[in-house]
């Protein structure tokens, strides 16, 4: 059975920066999963945010969020790391991180496995 425990989320200014941490573990072929961060903002509907392949690395970044985060992961360490920069009022959620086993570069919540228990994140002057 796989465990993600998310950190990191914290109360920020408009154009501040986070970094969220998404640490793995109980399985020792957790760095063939694929990670996913997802966010939920109230009243809406829990969308993807970026996603980053088990095997490659390769990633994906939802338009929203292009060119403002960047996803990593230290496979020693079994972490997944998003930085946040540029933050923005409507970033503004719980955000979820998720692991799959599935080949390549999954980008629907249907397609993950295992899910954390989320950490907030709030934007706001």
């Known amino acids: 059975q796989v465990q993600l425990v998310e950190s990191g989320g914290d109360l920020v200014q408009p154009g501040g920066s986070l970094r969220l941490s998404c640490a793995a573990s109980g399985s020792t072929f957790l760095n063939d999963y694929a990670i996913g961060w997802f966010r939920q903002a109230p009243g809406k509907e829990r969308e993807g945010v970026s996603f980053?392949?088990?095997?490659?690395?390769?990633?994906y970044y939802a338009q929203s969020v292009k060119g403002r985060f960047t996803l990593s992961r230290d496979n020693a360490k079994y972490t997944v790391y998003l930085q946040m920069n540029s933050l923005k009022p409507e970033d503004t959620a719980v955000y979820y991180c998720?692991?799959?086993?599935?080949?390549?570069?999954?980008?629907?919540?249907?397609?993950?496995?295992?899910w954390g228990q989320g950490t907030q994140v709030t934007v706001s002057s």
């Open positions: 980053i392949s088990g095997s490659d690395g390769e990633t």
């Open positions: 998720a692991a799959s086993r599935s080949a390549g570069l999954p980008s629907h919540q249907d397609e993950y496995d295992y």
